[in-house]
């Protein structure tokens, strides 16, 4: 869960290979705090497992896009997220279906993983733990 | 209890005739059943959650750090109604009490574990239902005295005369005149508020009535007063008090005949405002020293509203703490949630000369220090925390001060007891029994 996790790892993909990680420790309960760390490190796309609607929106208040329900090792999601193919069921964690459609209807930025990626000179990911994913995209 | 008997059909119905949520895990922390009322708070389908590793599935808010099962599984302890909470599948928090245990096979060995969870949501909203109760027009309460305020007040908004609320500063006066006016048939219109103590009188006068251009040197366009800007709606005067006698004749005149006319201006213009007037000072004491206007103050007590201040409301603290806390929790955007025991007495023992907004701010204050989900007393400005424990060590006890002033009686009349006796205000027996307690010989 992205709103508790002890840590985040960030990720340097150049042409769809990572070219260096590092692991960032995040403490506290507080979820502004969080964001702005966050927001600081010059992360701008976070992949992660479950996130609170509060800590989702939050982020998005700090322009930090948020791929989150997203479940499996970290290599098969940074090769879903560099190949573009996240949507697929199999990195998806139980009951997204429902999420899709709040995420549909409400959301926007944070959901949208069809744009952007894999075109980028450099980018940078990340990961909590096991599930937990982000990325920081320069 | 074997594996197979978990997973038959029987086990799946009696499972789903239960009211909390269940799901077990084998040893590789794999989901191998869950039940209906797990669906239910998890919003997730049994199909889907069943082989996925419980965490991606139950996604707890301590799965990374302190799991339940897996502390079961270490130490053979089970888990019993901790409170955590959990994200559901709408990315919902839904607070949850957990309970865990072992499985085990018929040899004794373990197979993996069960772990049960009550939703916590509808307790939470009875909760929040009773906190509606005590909560009125953003002033909250559960107050005697204040709960009959909040009783009349639809009643007393209705009608249209002037209203003096009486209380010391912070207690809320502001709130409950904004209460009026939005229940008050001018509820479609502004509420002004002036504060009559934080302006030189000449500066009121002309911001309550406005004035015409060249009304004074630096009057160089029109400007409307404050009642001519609050007409149709409300304007509330904040310490009454402190205005001068020239302007209570003023005022007077504008209350008795809702007419006033601007610096500078022969014209008379008229204002339907409703009138709502407050002070933290005994007008009826200022009247009797000659400092307020009888007349106007007959006429603002129309209908008088006295505020308790919070010292003699201490049952309010911790609804106003938790007030304050989901106030400031949505504001700073922070999760602190509770408040430790410790600090919350020490809340209690404060008398809060600034009352509920002095409250206010000790908790604005804790948010800003605490970086935890509970304000401890250490979170709490200095003049609140307890005094430390150790120097009580050498402070002296109730025995030993009272051995020291009937000493010190005794020696100024010269070991006269009786004399002694009649200056603490004792009986002569009384003090014998006390010297002899106390292990006092009567000095020469």
């Known amino acids: ?138 | 209890m074997s594996p197979d008997y978990l997973h038959d059909g029987a086990t799946d119905a009696i499972l789903d005739s239960i009211a909390d949520g269940v799901f077990t895990v084998d040893d590789n922390w794999l989901i191998r059943s869950f039940n209906r009322a797990a669906e239910q708070i998890t919003g997730i389908p049994r199909k889907e959650a069943i082989g996925r590793r419980c965490c991606e599935v139950f996604r707890a808010s301590i799965c990374e750090t302190s799991c339940a099962l897996r502390h079961t599984r270490e130490t053979g302890e089970p888990i019993v109604n901790k409170v955590i909470y959990i994200i559901n599948a709408d990315g919902d928090r839904v607070p949850v009490s957990i309970s865990t245990a072992i499985l085990k096979d018929a040899d004794g060995t373990i197979i993996g574990g069960v772990e049960t969870f009550r939703d916590l949501s509808s307790i939470e909203h009875l909760r929040r239902e009773l906190e509606k109760r005590y909560t009125f027009h953003d002033i909250v309460s559960k107050n005697a005295r204040m709960l009959e305020i909040f009783d009349i007040l639809p009643t007393l908004a209705e009608s249209d005369s002037t209203i003096l609320i009486e209380g010391e500063s912070g207690t809320g006066k502001e709130l409950i005149a904004r209460a009026i006016h939005d229940l008050s048939t001018h509820r479609d219109g502004p509420v002004v508020t002036v504060n009559c103590g934080a302006l030189p009188d000449t500066l009121l006068e002309a911001e309550l009535f406005g004035y015409k251009a060249g009304a004074f040197t630096d009057a160089r366009k029109d400007k409307p007063g404050r009642f001519a800007l609050a007409d149709r709606g409300t304007i509330f005067l904040d310490e009454i008090g402190d205005i001068s006698p020239a302007l209570q004749v003023r005022l007077l005149r504008v209350l008795q005949e809702k007419t006033f006319e601007p610096l500078g201006s022969t014209e008379t213009l008229t204002t339907s405002a409703r009138v709502i007037t407050a002070t933290n000072r005994n007008l009826r004491k200022l009247v009797k020293a000659g400092s307020f206007r009888e007349d106007l103050y007959y006429r603002i007590n129309v209908i008088r509203i006295e505020l308790p201040p919070l010292r003699e409301r201490k049952e309010d603290i911790p609804l106003l703490v938790d007030h304050f806390l989901s106030h400031f929790s949505s504001l700073k955007r922070k999760t602190i949630t509770d408040i430790s025991p410790a600090a919350l007495v020490a809340l209690m023992d404060h008398d809060y000369p600034g009352n509920v907004r002095e409250l206010q701010n000790i908790i604005e204050h804790a948010f800003v220090l605490c970086r935890a989900s509970m304000i401890g007393t250490e979170h709490l400005p200095e003049y609140l925390r307890p005094a430390d424990a150790a120097p009580q060590a050498d402070a002296p006890t109730l025995a030993q001060l009272e051995a020291q002033v009937i000493l010190s009686v005794l020696r100024k009349h010269n070991g006269n007891r009786t004399a002694a006796a009649a200056e603490l205000g004792m009986h002569k027996t009384t003090l014998w029994r006390k010297m002899k307690r106390l292990g006092i010989e009567s000095p020469a």
């Open chain 1, 1 to 138: 869960m992205l709103d508790t996790a002890s840590k985040l790892l960030l990720c340097d993909l150049d042409s769809g290979q990572t070219v260096g990680t590092q692991t960032i420790e995040l403490d506290g309960p507080d979820l502004n705090e969080r964001a702005k760390l966050i927001c600081t490190l010059g992360i701008r796309t976070l992949l992660c497992g479950a996130v609170s609607r509060l800590f989702h929106q939050l982020l998005e208040a700090h322009h930090v896009q948020v791929i989150p329900w997203l479940g499996g090792p970290v290599e098969d999601i940074l090769r879903g997220y560099t190949n573009g193919t996240l949507e697929q069921e199999r990195y998806r964690l139980p009951g997204c279906g429902r999420r899709l459609r709040c995420r549909q209807a409400g959301r926007g930025r944070g959901a949208d993983t069809s744009g952007g990626f894999g075109q980028s000179a450099r980018r940078r990911g990340g990961q909590g733990r096991r599930g937990n994913y982000r990325k920081k995209q320069e």
